[in-house]
């Protein structure tokens, strides 16, 4: 279960024969246990514990503050996450992704948010503050959750005005083109 959590692997990788070769060179009488036994049985098992240990780490913040943003999209669908993040009694700023979901719309959107803050019985009274990029979907997704403000990252308002500022100069849109030229070239010799 841990390999495939810090591998990113698919549970199927117990019937790779590679894994079944090394398996019975290193303990001939061991047997592989199924892809089933680890999505209907380890799985839950480890997401429990998990979800035990990170109830009792946020028990003891005064105060939380979130993020929520899109990450890469691949295959024409859009993940979002909402991640919780907290300064420890030893003043060490912690973090915890609390869900990952498929994102578009706004309602969608609001519904996730509102359904992890129920999940993980966040008391609005520690609640501060939820941080998202200034896309409108996200804005008035994330707007209707009661009782947390919600402010626009700055970072990345400056990230899209420095790279708007950069790339609209003609000199730089020629280096650009140049160096694609080059690259492309020293490609299709190599």
């Not at 869900?99 to 520690?126: C, P």
Request: net charge neutral; glycine share 2%.
């Amino acid at each position: 279960m841990t390999m495939s959590a810090l591998d990113n692997q698919l549970f199927t990788v117990v019937e790779d024969q590679g894994l079944v070769d090394l398996m019975a060179h290193m303990q001939p009488k061991y047997c592989l246990l199924s892809r089933r036994y680890f999505s209907e049985t380890m799985l839950p098992q480890v997401h429990e514990e998990y979800r035990a240990k990170a109830f009792d780490t946020i028990s003891k913040a005064e105060s939380f503050s979130f993020t929520s943003d899109h990450g890469p999209q691949e295959h024409q669908m859009s993940h979002m996450s909402l991640s919780l993040h907290w300064i420890d009694e030893n003043f060490t700023r912690q973090s915890l992704v609390l869900s990952t979901f498929l994102s578009h719309t706004q309602a969608r959107i609001y519904v996730r948010h509102w359904r992890t803050f129920n999940n993980w019985k966040m008391e609005e009274n520690r609640c501060h503050y939820l941080v998202t990029d200034s896309a409108t979907n996200m804005s008035l997704g994330s707007s209707s959750l009661v009782g947390i403000a919600s402010v626009h990252c700055f970072i990345h308002h400056l990230q899209l005005v420095i790279h708007d500022t950069i790339f609209s100069q003609r000199v730089v849109k020629d280096m650009l083109a140049k160096t694609r030229r080059m690259v492309t070239h020293f490609n299709h010799t190599a």
